[in-house]
């Protein structure tokens, strides 16, 4: 046997035997239920509501949306103002300190729900104050604080809101820092990540909030067929971007604080209204050291899971559990109630 010839074999063995390896790694990890990558679920049935913007990553994109989650559904309407903010009908009408400033993700920005039965703006019919709403669907604290230092720039010590309500959610923490699940779901929005990416954060040495940038990234091969490669891929995303849960509530406490620092420059009393969290027992005994002002809004049901009190396909609070949270807001606030008519 001439040495080329040899050489060609050695080679083909250890192909061979490369492929067996993977083979056999894929029925083991398959045997011990793992399993391939799945996509993140496509809503074909809704509008592209969120364009790039060089602080947040992406934020609102202004325009009036109309759209059924169902083919057979009532249609929705959701009507995004010039600022980002889906804001109430007579905004615009009344001085700033007639407003309440609201942060949050989908949940706060009352994702596939008509605009008439948004908490924000349930309240804002019920109450003498219109409703200035900046939640963003996608986004964690961090980027409702950089939105919140954009709006202030335009406030004055004695022209400002009435009241600012970030709309808090556990998940919130995990975004914040981009935990590889997060990760997963960004990857989905790449045709809006810009060059600049989407912010993201960990404490300095001295626990000052620094700022990275995730961007595009590389994709695993293969991932949605084979259970080895979508485990090396989250192997590959926890080396990155692994951080404890512990961790990344302390940096999510540290961005809350911020946002209640932003609200005391102006004097202006600042609420963390918790909607979808699961962890309030240790954020309240943080705020009750830091004096920030919070409550318990959560729906019970929705927060378990009942489908009652889901939209249809799409799965964010539906329309009574916004009236919930409106109510709920209104009594822990104290804010004085009006007929209907009076804001006509």
């Known amino acids: 046997m001439n040495k080329t010839l040899k050489f060609y074999i050695f080679y083909i063995l250890i192909f061979i035997f490369i492929i067996l390896v993977i083979l056999l790694s894929e029925i083991g990890l398959r045997l011990l239920g793992y399993k391939p990558f799945v996509p993140y679920p496509k809503k074909p049935f809704e509008p592209v509501m969120h364009q790039i913007d060089p602080d947040t990553g992406i934020i609102n994109k202004a325009g009036i949306y109309e759209y059924s989650t169902t083919p057979e559904g009532e249609k929705i309407k959701i009507t995004i103002l010039s600022d980002s903010s889906r804001s109430s009908e007579n905004v615009d009408k009344v001085d700033l300190n007639k407003k309440i400033y ?74 914040n820092v981009m935990d590889p699940l997060w990760v997963h779901i960004k990857d989905n929005m790449n045709k809006l990540i810009n060059a600049n990416g989407q912010p993201y954060i960990r404490l300095d040495s001295k626990g000052n909030i620094k700022e990275f940038r995730h961007k595009k990234r590389f994709i695993f091969p293969l991932r949605e067929y084979s259970a080895l490669m979508a485990l090396l891929e989250e192997a590959y995303l926890n080396v990155k971007y692994g951080i404890t849960f512990e961790e990344a509530r302390e940096i999510n406490l540290k961005v809350i604080s911020e946002m209640n620092n932003v609200a005391k420059k102006f004097e202006i009393p600042f609420f963390v209204v918790f909607v979808y969290s699961t962890d309030i027992e240790y954020y309240q005994t943080a705020f009750s050291q830091l004096n920030i002002k919070s409550f318990d809004c959560n729906h019970q049901k929705y927060n378990s899971g009942d489908p009652n009190f889901k939209v249809p396909v799409d799965n964010h609070p539906n329309a009574s559990v916004h009236e919930y949270y409106a109510k709920c807001i209104i009594k822990n606030l104290g804010l004085e109630l009006l007929n209907t008519e009076d804001k006509q």
């Open 102 to 175: 609201f942060f949050g993700c989908s949940i706060g920005f009352g994702w596939a729900v008509d605009d008439k039965y948004v908490a924000s703006n349930v309240i804002a019919k019920y109450t003498p104050y219109e409703s200035v709403n900046l939640s963003v669907g996608g986004l964690g604290s961090y980027e409702a604080l950089l939105l919140l230092k954009r709006a202030a720039k335009k406030w004055a010590y004695n022209n400002k809101p009435k009241a600012i309500i970030y709309q808090a959610a556990t998940h919130h923490a995990n975004r």
